[in-house]
């Protein structure tokens, strides 16, 4: 669909507004072209009272406006009302403007030129006032229409990205999903505001400034508008640069967001490796590069004011020359020419918005292409129909084969992998490092489809299931845990949709061995946990880790290698928790130290990506094969290990 009448939806919500909005712009409009038309011809009627119609003492040629004298000089009492008639030949635009500017000095006749002086000076504040208080009013409209825009667009924006396939997260710095949300959101805002403004609120003004000065005279009028159209020109050029700089810009502001992101994350293994200094000028180089982009931007940007109106100044400058000449010759009055020149001047500010709206739309609309771009982008893995909320017989892989890269020269990194999980048993997957066992869970969990073979669910593909529904009845606990900055009771419940049962939360608790820790803690359940869980430990992050998955009684627990990362100690705790969680509950347990994984029921031995062996433990070392080899390597220093036991 067209990005504007895409984005035309998005105003739908505030159309009632809209339309608000564009009568109160006819009004601001209405008041600050009687504001400041009228004022003049009724000034320059009552001072040039005293002059008689066509005097000796102006400059050779030079008429005096063409209005009715309110009053004559030598006296301060209104003269009696000279009569108008209205014209009887409406193209007679010359008895028009009489009739016209006649009619309204009527309305300001007194009896004196002092008062006639006071009303016109009392109807400018009121015109004034009332221009400015509908333009307060409208602006207040266009910002509530603007947010309400951004908000959506930006609500669409962040459901759009969420819901991704994991891997399109790989593919996406944080920096760059970060700028979608806030920063392209922000432009297209700034776009419809300054469309509202310039295609609602001026036209109307430039339209009556336009006839106004067309009814003083065509021929300057074609001159300005003929410049007006060559400064428009010079804009929009400028505009378009601006537009491919400011996209650039977007890029390496992205670029420092998850920069700053990682580092910030990652500060432990700079300081531990003392990188400070090394951070701080890879970080410098990138602030110099952007501050020279950002330069180069500005000084564009700062052109086209100074440009914008020197090049104006020059229009009504030249305006005044040849209205001067025309002057001189005795066909336009010195007011009209006046008039003109202020009219002229009065239409710099709309045409001046209105021509940086080019800039600003250009910008916006580069920003919601992008935006409208990912709004389109549906996630990789489609969503299945069928309803799960647990299963009967078994999980089972069948000939997997996956890779993460697409290109046909890429390896697989599961390559034909078969192996079953029945209900109620506890289902190993050990291997070295890299030989798939993660992502055979992503698999499981649907973060990624498989290339071949299947994976089903009693006996059902998982990609027929709704993913949603899968995943709610797994509980993962991997080895990094992710904390939010809230209290560990939120943590725990993170994933619960229907409210916080607390009796459910400690019950889970307790199975996860947290309970304990959590009453140490001075606020127990609803002590903050601090960003990412900082301030709890390793292995108490852990065991919040196992209650969240707890929590909503999972059919089929996973344990990726989740205590790798702790201490002997913690781990200790870690994997009695994990063994109390266990009883009783279809497992299965990714593990690099066998010691976690000998009661399993089966052990699959996974190696580059391929089902090696598979058995119990005892069975596996019976066999005297690759699960042997690994176990006496990890228990050869540990002497009072009975590898049968
Ligand atoms: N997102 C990814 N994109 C590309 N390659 C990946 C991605 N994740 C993992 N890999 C690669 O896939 C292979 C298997 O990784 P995986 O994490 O499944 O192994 P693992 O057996 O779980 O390893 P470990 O025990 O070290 O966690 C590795 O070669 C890894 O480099």
Same mark, same amino acid.
């Given at each position: ?5 895409? #984005? ?48 000796? @003492? ?37 008895? =028009? ?18 008062? @006639? ?35 959506? #667009? ?21 920096? +760059? ?38 009814? =003083?005279?065509? *021929? ?13 020109? !010079? ?44 951070? #701080? ?70 045409? *001046? ?16 292409? *992008? ?8 996630? /990789?893995?489609?969503?299945? +129909? ?76 998982? $990609? ?21 900055? /809230? ?9 619960? $949709? ?5 009796? &459910? ?37 852990? $065991? ?12 089929? #627990? ?37 010691? +976690?994984?000998?009661?399993?029921? &089966? ?6 990506? $391929?089902? !090696? ?7 596996? =070392? ?24």
């Amino acid at each position: 669909m067209n990005i504007y009448l895409r #984005l035309l939806k998005y105003l739908a919500p505030s159309k009632s507004r809209i339309v608000i909005v564009f009568f109160v712009s006819i009004l601001t409009s209405l008041f600050s072209v009687i504001s400041i038309y009228s004022v003049l011809p009724l000034l320059n009627a009552v001072f040039s009272g005293s002059q008689p119609q066509q005097t000796s @003492t102006n400059a050779p040629g030079v008429r005096l406006p063409d209005v009715p004298k309110l009053q004559s000089a030598k006296t301060t009492a209104m003269p009696v009302n000279t009569e108008v008639v209205f014209p009887d030949n409406l193209t007679d635009t010359k008895a =028009l403007k009489t009739w016209a500017t006649a009619k309204f000095q009527q309305l300001f006749e007194a009896g004196s030129r002092e008062e @006639t002086l006071l009303r016109i000076c009392l109807f400018l504040i009121a015109a004034f006032f009332l221009k400015n208080l509908f333009s307060y009013l409208n602006g207040q409209l266009i910002f509530r229409i603007q947010t309400r825009t951004a908000k959506n #667009l930006r609500d669409d924006v962040f459901g759009s990205i969420v819901e991704m396939q994991i891997d399109y997260f790989n593919q996406n710095r944080v920096g +760059t999903l970060m700028n979608y949300v806030h920063n392209e959101v922000s432009s297209v805002n700034a776009m419809i505001s300054s469309t509202f403004v310039n295609l609602l609120q001026n036209p109307f003004s430039m339209l009556v400034y336009v006839v106004v000065l067309l009814v =003083l005279s065509w *021929k300057l009028t074609l001159f300005a508008i003929v410049t007006s159209l060559l400064i428009f020109g !010079i804009m929009r050029a400028i505009g378009i640069r601006i537009k491919s700089m400011a996209r650039r810009l977007r890029d390496v502001m992205g670029n420092m967001n998850s920069v700053l992101q990682e580092k910030f994350s990652g500060i432990k293994v700079i300081k531990s490796s003392a990188f400070e200094d090394v951070e #701080l000028s890879r970080f410098k180089q990138f602030t110099r590069d952007y501050r020279k982009l950002d330069i180069r931007i500005n000084r564009l940007k700062n052109i086209i004011g100074p440009l914008n109106e020197t090049l104006l100044i020059a229009a009504v400058a030249m305006v005044l020359w040849y209205g001067g000449l025309q002057v001189f010759a005795g066909k336009m009055t010195s007011t009209e020419l006046l008039l003109f020149a202020f009219t002229l001047y009065s239409i710099m500010g709309p045409f *001046k918005t209105f021509s940086s709206m080019s800039t600003q739309i250009h910008i916006g609309m580069a920003s919601a292409e *992008k935006l409208f771009e990912l709004l389109d982008t549906r996630p /990789d893995i489609i969503n299945g +129909t069928r309803n799960i909320d647990g299963f009967s017989h078994s999980i089972r892989f069948e000939e997997v084969s996956f890779r993460y890269r697409k290109e046909p020269e890429a390896p697989f990194v599961l390559d034909k992998v078969s192996f079953e999980i029945r209900k109620g048993e506890m289902v190993a997957l050990v291997g070295q490092s890299g030989s798939g066992k993660s992502t055979a869970v992503d698999l499981l969990l649907r973060f990624y489809d498989v290339e071949s073979g299947r994976i089903t669910i009693d006996g059902i593909d998982i $990609r027929e299931y709704d993913y949603k529904q899968l995943r709610q009845i797994i509980g993962v606990v991997s080895q990094e845990v992710i904390l939010f900055n /809230d209290s560990i009771e939120q943590n725990i419940a993170y994933g619960i $949709r229907n409210g916080i049962d607390h009796e &459910r939360i400690e019950r889970a608790a307790r199975l996860a061995n947290a309970h304990n820790f959590i009453m140490d803690k001075p606020e127990g359940y609803k002590t903050q946990v601090g960003d990412r869980g900082i301030q709890l430990s390793g292995g108490q992050r852990q $065991r919040l880790a196992i209650a969240r998955a707890m929590v909503r009684n999972p059919e089929l #627990l996973i344990f990726d290698e989740a205590t790798s990362a702790l201490d002997n100690e913690s781990e200790k705790v870690v994997q009695d928790a994990i063994n109390h969680a266990m009883e009783n509950r279809t497992a299965l347990v990714v593990a690099h130290r066998l010691s +976690t994984v000998r009661n399993a029921d &089966r052990i699959i031995v996974m190696e580059r990506g $391929r089902v !090696i062996e598979s058995g119990s433990h005892k069975e596996l =070392l019976e066999m005297n094969g690759t699960y042997k080899h690994l176990f006496d390597i990890q228990f050869s220093d540990k002497t009072n290990e009975n590898p049968t036991s």
